[in-house]
């Protein structure tokens, strides 16, 4: 329902991937992500051979002014306009250049598997304008991920130089144990170690898994491989102690079960608590009709 009354957007953000945002995140990070951005289209090697950005970009936006489209609709009309060009080139090159966003429909999760895009001006109402202010994304990063040293915050958001943008804004500075500098949003909680964490499954991709350059204080480096597959998946994984501690997956159709692989052998008291968060996740996923 936020989705369609455009409460909350969905578009290409961190890492090029889609994520969900407010409206007013997306609209100030997604021009500050635009380096990043760029930089991704080096991956395409010899497939971008012939590519002009700036005559591809002019007729993409106006097929996307017309209405939306899904990239396969887009991806024909182009290679109708340039057929000495990759097709899969240019598709990824109008998503990592334009800012669009997926438009909802009624799918049981508000986006059909080819969904289409439309461009975020339209959609909001508003430009999307072309400032390179990470401070939004910053506090955003922050809110979720915090303390975090300046290694983390662009490991993150793929952007350089972020020193100095986190020593120009208002924010609370920390040491951690190894004498590293952290930053952290002022008055942010920040729980005693002694406090108990909660047993958690994460699913694939999850940002946890991808917020901070230091991975160990959440993933143990023996564990790694487990977790991140050669084509770089990520993994569903589950929290214990606050550490990932294994993996898990639905199988079956009729009957679906849930299995959690972990790493090493966990103690009873983890085995109730871990199966009591996987019920209450079978039952989120029959209630969404899955």
Do not use: C
Request: no cysteine; net charge neutral; proline share 8%.
């Amino acid at each position: 329902m936020a989705l369609r009354k455009r409460q909350v957007v969905r578009g290409t953000l961190m890492r090029g991937t889609h994520h969900l945002a407010t409206p007013e995140q997306y609209a100030s990070a997604r021009p500050a992500l635009q380096p990043v951005l760029s930089k991704g289209m080096k991956a395409l090697g010899e497939r971008a051979k012939g590519l002009d950005l700036d005559a591809v970009l002019p007729v993409a936006h106006e097929l996307l002014r017309e209405r939306p489209r899904t990239f396969t609709e887009l991806r024909a009309a182009l290679v109708e306009r340039f057929p000495e060009v990759h097709e899969r080139t240019l598709g990824f090159a109008v998503r990592m250049h334009l800012p669009l966003l997926m438009v909802p429909t009624d799918s049981p999760w508000s986006f059909p598997q080819d969904a289409a895009f439309t461009l975020a001006d339209e959609w909001l109402g508003e430009s999307v304008g072309e400032g390179a202010d990470p401070s939004t994304l910053v506090l955003g990063y922050l809110g979720a991920f915090g303390p975090a040293t300046v290694a983390d915050v662009q490991a993150f958001t793929g952007l350089g130089a972020m020193k100095a943008v986190l020593k120009a804004m208002e924010l609370e500075e920390l040491e951690d144990y190894r004498g590293r500098q952290l930053f952290d949003l002022p008055g942010a909680p920040r729980p005693d170690p002694g406090v108990p964490a909660p047993p958690r499954l994460l699913p694939e991709f999850d940002s946890l898994m991808l917020a901070h350059k230091d991975r160990t204080r959440l993933l143990a480096d023996e564990h790694r491989g487990q977790v991140v597959t050669k084509n770089l998946r990520v993994r569903a994984t589950f929290l214990w102690e606050g550490m990932v501690s294994g993996t898990w997956a639905i199988e079956g159709k009729k009957t679906p079960k849930l299995e959690l692989s972990p790493f090493e052998k966990l103690p009873k008291r983890a085995h109730k608590e871990l199966a009591a968060e996987g019920e209450s996740l079978l039952s989120f996923l029959a209630s969404a009709g899955a």
